[in-house]
C-alpha cells in the first residue's frame, strides 16, 4: 500500500466510503420497505421487487451480508486514512489522533448519516435498485455469511433470545389500521376514508345506539274499528309500521306500506280494506336483543332475509326499532328511503341555532352538527335531556349540558318533543 502514490490512496478511499455509503443506503431502504406495498407489487409480477422480496425472505442472511460489507469498507477507510496521515505527516500521536478523527467524520458523514437519510426519503426506489446488486453478491459471499451467522446465533442463544427474523408481516390491530387510514391522507380519498373509519366502528356502537326509542316509533293499534285504523294508515309517513294490540302478545308484527298500495290495487279506495285484509299484508316481527353489535347485526339482517328488527332488553319488552338502512347510514352517510326525510328532525334558526327533534341519536346530534356530547349514557337528545333534570322539563327551560345551550320548545306526554340549541358564543 505504502508503494502507491497519494493520488491513488485517495482515490482508494474515496472507493472505500463509497462502498460504505452504498450498504449504509441498501440497509436503510430495505429495513424501512413498505412490505404490505412490496406485496402488491410481487402480486403484479414486478421483477425488481420479487427480487427484493426474496432478499427480505431470509433477513439474517440479509444483513450479514450488508454489515460484511459494510464493516469491511469502514476498516479498510480507518486503514487508508492512517497510511496517508503517517505518510504526510509521520507517526506523531497527534498526527494519529487528527488522523482518527478525521476517519470518524468521514464515515459518519458519508458512509452512514447521510446515505441512510437519503434512503429513508425513496426507500422503494433505492431497495430496489441495491437489490440487482445485493443479490448475486449474496450468492458469491454466502459461505462467508454462513459462518458469521453461525457465531451471531450462537452467541444470542447464550442470552436466551428468540428469534423471528423471518416474519416479515405482522399482523396490525384495528386500532393500527384504523390509525393508518386516518392518516393516509391524499392517498385515500377523504369520503372513501369516511366510509372505511365507519365500518370499523360498527364493531363499538351496539344497536341501542341507533334505534328509534320505543316512544317514537309510528304505530297502530289493531284492536281499533276498520274505520279508525283507514284513518290512521292515512297520517302515517313512514314505510313500515308497528302493529300492535292489547293482549298479553302485543306486537303483532309490521305493515309494509308497499303492500297496502299493491292491495288498493285489487279495491276501488282505502276505505274498502278491511282490518282482516291488512292482517295478511303483516309480517311477522323479528326480535334483536339489546345490545348487540350493529357488524352483527347486519350479518344477521343478511342471513335471516330481514331488513327491519324490534329490538327488546333481556326482560323481553320491546325497547326501539333497526333497520338496515340505519346500518348502511353509519357507513355511508345518512340517505332516505322513508316517505319522511330525517333532515326534517334538523331545522337552523335565522340566528344560526338548531331546532332538534328529541328522537335524534346522540351519535347522530355529534355527526351533524359536530358537537361533543356525550355518548356513553343516554341514547338519545331526550334522554340527555330528561337525565339532566330528572325530571320532565317544561317548555321554555334553558339549560346547558358540555357547553353547549339548550331550550325545551315543546314536551308532551313524558317526553321532550324538541329543543333549540343555540350557537356556541
Not at 215 to 244: A, N, P, Y
Not at 317 to 339: A, C, M, R, T, Y
Request: contains cysteine; charged residues 20%.
Amino acid at each position: 500500500m505504502n508503494t502507491l502514490s497519494i493520488s491513488y490512496q485517495f482515490v482508494i478511499l474515496i472507493a472505500l466510503l463509497a462502498i460504505a455509503a452504498f450498504f449504509s443506503l441498501a440497509e436503510t431502504s430495505l429495513m424501512t420497505l413498505n412490505r404490505y406495498r412490496l406485496k402488491h407489487l410481487v402480486s403484479q409480477g414486478n421483477h425488481a421487487a420479487i427480487l427484493t422480496n426474496k432478499l427480505l425472505s431470509s433477513p439474517a442472511k440479509l444483513l450479514g451480508v450488508i454489515l460484511l460489507c459494510k464493516e469491511f469498507a469502514s476498516a479498510a477507510s480507518a486503514m487508508i486514512v492512517t497510511i496517508i496521515t503517517v505518510r504526510l505527516y509521520g507517526e506523531g500521536q497527534i498526527a494519529l489522533m487528527a488522523g482518527t478523527l478525521v476517519t470518524t467524520f468521514l464515515i459518519l458523514i458519508f458512509g452512514e448519516v447521510s446515505p441512510k437519510v437519503i434512503a429513508a426519503s425513496k426507500p422503494e426506489r433505492f431497495a430496489f435498485f441495491c437489490g440487482y446488486i445485493l443479490y448475486p453478491l449474496l450468492k458469491i459471499l454466502y459461505p462467508i455469511v454462513a459462518v458469521v451467522n453461525f457465531f451471531v446465533l450462537s452467541f444470542v442463544k447464550i442470552f436466551n433470545v428468540k428469534l423471528d427474523l423471518n416474519n416479515n408481516l405482522h399482523a396490525i390491530s384495528m386500532d393500527e389500521l384504523r390509525s393508518i387510514i386516518s392518516e393516509a391522507g391524499q392517498f385515500i380519498p377523504n369520503q372513501h376514508r369516511k366510509i372505511l373509519l365507519n365500518v370499523f366502528e360498527l364493531e363499538r356502537i351496539t344497536v341501542d345506539d341507533i334505534m328509534i326509542p320505543h316512544t317514537f316509533v309510528e304505530t297502530i293499534d289493531f284492536d281499533l274499528m276498520d274505520e279508525e285504523i283507514i284513518q290512521k294508515l292515512l297520517t302515517f309517513q313512514h314505510s313500515r309500521i308497528l302493529v300492535k294490540t292489547n293482549s298479553p302478545d302485543s306486537i303483532l308484527g309490521l305493515l309494509n306500506t308497499q303492500k297496502i298500495i299493491k292491495q288498493l290495487n285489487m279495491h276501488d279506495a282505502l276505505n274498502k280494506i278491511t282490518k282482516d285484509d291488512l292482517k295478511e299484508l303483516i309480517s311477522e316481527p323479528y326480535f334483536i336483543p339489546s345490545g348487540t353489535p350493529l357488524y352483527n347485526q347486519m350479518q344477521h339482517f343478511q342471513d335471516r332475509q330481514e331488513r327491519i328488527g324490534l329490538i327488546v332488553n333481556e326482560h323481553g319488552e320491546f325497547i326501539g326499532l333497526i333497520s338496515l338502512e340505519d346500518i348502511l347510514e353509519e357507513i355511508v352517510g345518512e340517505f332516505n328511503l322513508d316517505f319522511l326525510s330525517k333532515s326534517s328532525k334538523f331545522t337552523q334558526d335565522e340566528d344560526g341555532g338548531w331546532i332538534v327533534d328529541g328522537s335524534v341519536t346522540i351519535r347522530t346530534l355529534n355527526k351533524k352538527l359536530d358537537l361533543q356530547f356525550p355518548i356513553d349514557g343516554p341514547k338519545t337528545l331526550n334522554g340527555l335531556v330528561l337525565e339532566y333534570f330528572e325530571d320532565i322539563p317544561e317548555p321554555n327551560t334553558s339549560f346547558k349540558i358540555a357547553n353547549h345551550t339548550m331550550e325545551v320548545l315543546q314536551s308532551h306526554d313524558r317526553i321532550v318533543k324538541s329543543i333549540k340549541i343555540y350557537p356556541l358564543s
